[in-house]
């Protein structure tokens, strides 16, 4: 949740949580599963803490794996959308000012959490330390490589071209304002290997980015989301805004998507 003006935008509480949780699993559930389940290897039995749980769609993929003797936490600042389960304890939860749960955990999975929180790097290697020996952390935040990648894999004319500049700056220029670490996921792991882990992985993930697909969708979410903002504080109009929400829905239309990339650390046996 942004600590702005803007938060409120993108709390919990907001009309627009539910779809905007549903639209982040569509674009990073497939991704996370496999690598919880076939790099990490979540079992019968396992204890993990789910971080920033959302809509709860991680929480409950990891209480089928662990089995009626696994037991899950999922934590989030307003944790509503985490549904009952007999194995998901959901709480309300600040990973940066309140008490962690008691240790220790086989898994420890936060994604695009740690890229918005203060003292990030401190907060990892806590996280690693919150492990079982040969627990995992696993740590995912987007990366946006736009700078050398540009915006776009589909011909634009040069006025679409200008709109989605100015929209994909107001972006960064709130994230920037609220603290949002785009180059955080790139850091991660050697932030991690200086703490002395030696089992650290990357990996690189970046999801379609058709007009129509969750990720186009999810831009689209927040042109409306963002709009007093972007009108405030670009040279975007309410006529560009249209024009950009009818691109994203175009399979014509194909944008750079951020990056996802993966830490998965464990913890020496």
Same mark, same amino acid.
């Given at each position: 949740?942004?600590?702005?003006?803007?938060?409120?935008?993108?709390?919990? $509480?907001?009309?627009?949580?539910?779809?905007?949780?549903?639209?982040?699993? =569509?674009?990073?559930?497939?991704?996370?599963?496999?690598?919880?389940?076939?790099?990490?290897?979540?079992?019968?039995?396992?204890?993990?803490?789910?971080?920033?749980?959302?809509?709860?769609?991680?929480?409950?993929?990891?209480?089928?794996?662990?089995?009626?003797?696994?037991?899950?936490?999922?934590?989030?600042?307003?944790?509503?959308?985490?549904?009952?389960?007999?194995?998901?304890?959901?709480?309300?939860? $600040?990973?940066?000012?309140?008490?962690?749960?008691?240790? =220790?955990?086989?898994?420890?999975?936060?994604?695009?959490?740690?890229?918005?929180?203060?003292?990030?790097?401190?907060?990892?290697?806590?996280?690693?330390?919150?492990?079982?020996?040969?627990?995992?952390?696993?740590?995912? $935040?987007?990366?946006?490589?736009?700078?050398?990648?540009?915006?776009?894999?589909?011909?634009?004319?040069?006025?679409?071209?200008?709109?989605?500049?100015?929209?994909?700056?107001?972006?960064?220029?709130?994230?920037?304002?609220?603290?949002?670490?785009?180059?955080?996921?790139?850091?991660?792991?050697?932030?991690?290997?200086?703490?002395?882990?030696?089992?650290?992985?990357?990996?690189?993930?970046?999801?379609?980015?058709?007009?129509?697909?969750?990720?186009?969708?999810?831009?689209?979410?927040?042109?409306?989301?963002?709009?007093?903002?972007?009108?405030?504080?670009?040279?975007?109009?309410?006529?560009?805004?249209?024009?950009?929400?009818?691109?994203?829905?175009?399979?014509?239309?194909?944008?750079?998507?951020?990056?996802?990339?993966?830490?998965?650390?464990?913890?020496?046996?």
């Amino acid at each position: 949740m942004y600590r702005t003006e803007h938060e409120q935008r993108f709390d919990n $509480d907001s009309e627009a949580a539910p779809e905007q949780l549903s639209l982040l699993a =569509e674009i990073l559930n497939r991704e996370t599963f496999g690598v919880l389940g076939e790099v990490v290897g979540v079992g019968h039995g396992w204890r993990c803490w789910e971080v920033g749980a959302g809509d709860g769609s991680v929480a409950r993929w990891l209480a089928a794996r662990v089995g009626t003797s696994g037991h899950v936490v999922a934590s989030d600042l307003k944790p509503q959308h985490v549904p009952r389960h007999p194995r998901i304890e959901a709480i309300e939860h $600040d990973l940066a000012a309140d008490p962690w749960p008691e240790p =220790e955990f086989d898994l420890i999975h936060a994604r695009l959490v740690l890229m918005h929180v203060a003292g990030k790097e401190d907060i990892a290697t806590k996280l690693a330390a919150h492990l079982r020996p040969g627990g995992a952390l696993v740590l995912t $935040d987007w990366y946006c490589g736009c700078a050398t990648e540009g915006l776009f894999n589909s011909p634009v004319d040069e006025y679409t071209a200008r709109i989605f500049q100015s929209y994909h700056d107001g972006v960064h220029e709130l994230a920037r304002q609220t603290g949002m670490d785009f180059g955080w996921a790139s850091r991660t792991p050697e932030i991690l290997a200086a703490a002395g882990y030696e089992n650290v992985t990357l990996r690189d993930y970046q999801a379609p980015g058709q007009g129509g697909s969750p990720t186009a969708r999810l831009a689209r979410l927040h042109s409306g989301m963002l709009e007093p903002f972007l009108l405030n504080q670009t040279d975007l109009k309410p006529a560009d805004l249209d024009v950009i929400r009818t691109k994203l829905l175009d399979p014509e239309f194909e944008m750079v998507t951020n990056h996802t990339y993966t830490t998965i650390v464990r913890a020496p046996k």
